[in-house]
């Protein structure tokens, strides 16, 4: 039988089952206890994060950051149409909408050179994504939010550990959300964070956390009763799970160290059938250090592609294709998108594979997963 090679496998650094029976017996694994307090300074020391917020998921804490920012019914926000569901719910739970964008070919990535002709009077944020863990442009995207007063706020979700331009991920936006989901790099089953960079959103970011009161300032013993003071709802992360989340977090230069050995594996293998023009790989920017969170193929035709993507199936490795679309998606329909309103997206998105890549790839089954995608390459080749 030949092995099963799956798209992801979450990682585990050894410690994480100790923190989490230490968290249950505290008794005290509501959201905000000592495990998360020890998350938090981690990454605020680490990653130049002005103030972090565990939450639930990336997910909520993009509508956490969407509240935040006070988006209201009326108010646009440019975001790339290739991305996930999340990144355009955050806006549509607040009645704001969102207006996509194109994304740059090498990294697919918001392409900063089609942001301002979608700058109307209507909008109020800028929504990038680092799509594998690749920085987007985001000093580019600060400096168009700066010069026409808007907001940034960057789906970090795949790029924890990544920088650009000597900058962590999440560390140069009004907002950064991060995901801490089992099929992101570091992972506690379901969680996430958003960051605030702004010193002044400090206060009503722990209001809006939580549920809208200001039991933060009872905690700090300014107040002794709270009150309902914001439109919030419940993002507190449990501290059970981030009692796993700092065993993970203990553990993520290894956990890059590992996974930088798949990309290079990946490039060394398809450099060449890159040169041939059968596939496009990424072409890294000097200005960006990548967290190694997954690496993608894009292939010369859609008919390439889906005899990759059997192929591979038939050897058990399970590669995966990338996202569809938001714009041509149903709710991108009902928003009054056509598809070929994003011709570059649309196509791109008919030929991107995502590998399959997880941290102990490396040390189980890579050479299988490698065996496997070169003689798929080779058949392609004399179709
Ligand atoms: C994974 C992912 C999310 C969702 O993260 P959750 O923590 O599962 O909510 C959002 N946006 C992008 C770009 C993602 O990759």
């Known amino acids: 039988m030949s092995p099963k090679i799956p798209f992801n496998l979450p990682y585990l650094s050894g410690r994480e089952k100790e923190y989490v029976v230490d968290a249950i017996q505290s008794r005290e694994h509501c959201g905000n206890?000592?495990?998360?307090?020890?998350?938090?300074?981690?990454?605020?020391?680490?990653?130049?994060?002005?103030?972090?917020?565990?939450?639930?998921?990336?997910?909520?804490?993009?509508?956490?950051?969407?509240?935040?920012?006070?988006?209201?019914?009326?108010?646009?926000?440019?975001?790339?149409?290739?991305t996930f569901s999340s990144t355009g719910n955050a806006v549509l739970l607040q009645?704001?909408?969102?207006?996509?964008?194109?994304?740059?070919?090498?990294?697919?990535?918001?392409?900063?050179?089609?942001?301002?002709?979608?700058?109307s009077p209507r909008t109020k944020m800028i929504l990038p994504i680092d799509y594998a863990g690749?920085?987007?442009?985001?000093?580019?995207?600060?400096?168009?939010a700066n010069r026409?007063?808007?907001?940034?706020?960057?789906?970090?979700?795949?790029?924890?550990?990544?920088?650009?331009?000597?900058?962590?991920?999440?560390?140069?936006?009004h907002l950064a959300a991060f995901?801490?989901?089992?099929?992101?790099?570091?992972?506690?089953?379901?969680?996430g964070a958003l960051v605030v960079n702004r010193p002044e959103w400090n206060e009503r970011a722990s209001?809006?956390?939580?549920?809208?009161?200001?039991?933060?300032?009872?905690?700090?013993?300014?107040?002794?009763?709270?009150?309902?003071?914001?439109?919030?709802?419940?993002?507190?992360?449990?501290?059970?799970?981030?009692?796993?989340?700092?065993?993970?977090?203990?553990?993520?230069?290894?956990?890059?160290?590992?996974?930088?050995k798949v990309t290079e594996a990946y490039l060394k293998l398809l450099r060449p059938h890159s040169n041939k023009g059968l596939i496009r790989i990424l072409n890294p920017s000097s200005h960006a250090k990548l967290n190694h969170h997954a690496f993608f193929v894009i292939f010369n035709t859609e008919k390439h592609k889906e005899y990759f993507l059997t192929h591979l199936l038939g050897k058990n490795i399970h590669a995966y294709i990338g996202y569809l679309p938001l714009h041509s998606s149903p709710i991108g329909k009902k928003l009054g998108y056509?598809?070929?309103?994003?011709?570059?997206?649309?196509?791109?998105?008919?030929?991107?594979?995502?590998?399959?890549?997880?941290?102990?790839?490396s040390s189980q089954g890579l050479d299988y997963c490698l065996n496997g995608i070169q003689s798929a390459l080779k058949k392609i080749q004399y179709l």
Not at 45 to 63: G, N, P
Not at 96 to 114: C, G, H, Q, R
Request: hydrophobic share 40%; aromatic share 6%; charged share 25%.
């Open 148 to 173: 026409h007063d808007l907001l940034v706020m960057q789906d970090a979700a795949q790029s924890f550990h990544s920088s650009h331009n000597e900058k962590p991920c999440g560390s140069v936006a």
């Open 338 to 361: 056509k598809p070929d309103d994003l011709p570059i997206t649309e196509d791109l998105a008919s030929r991107i594979v995502r590998l399959p890549f997880y941290t102990n790839l």
């Open 179 to 191: 995901s801490f989901h089992e099929s992101k790099n570091i992972s506690c089953g379901e969680g």
């Open 134 to 144: 690749i920085p987007c442009e985001i000093d580019k995207i600060m400096e168009i």
């Open 207 to 260: 209001f809006i956390q939580e549920k809208g009161t200001d039991r933060s300032l009872v905690l700090k013993g300014i107040k002794n009763k709270y009150n309902w003071v914001e439109k919030g709802s419940s993002f507190l992360l449990s501290d059970i799970l981030a009692a796993m989340l700092l065993a993970q977090l203990e553990a993520a230069e290894t956990i890059m160290n590992l996974r930088s």
């Open 33 to 82: 206890r000592t495990y998360s307090q020890k998350c938090i300074q981690k990454l605020e020391a680490d990653f130049q994060f002005q103030k972090v917020f565990l939450t639930t998921s990336c997910t909520t804490a993009m509508e956490m950051g969407a509240i935040l920012a006070n988006l209201k019914p009326g108010d646009e926000v440019i975001m790339p149409s290739y």
């Open 95 to 119: 009645g704001a909408s969102p207006v996509f964008a194109e994304i740059e070919p090498n990294t697919m990535n918001l392409d900063v050179n089609k942001i301002e002709s979608l700058i």
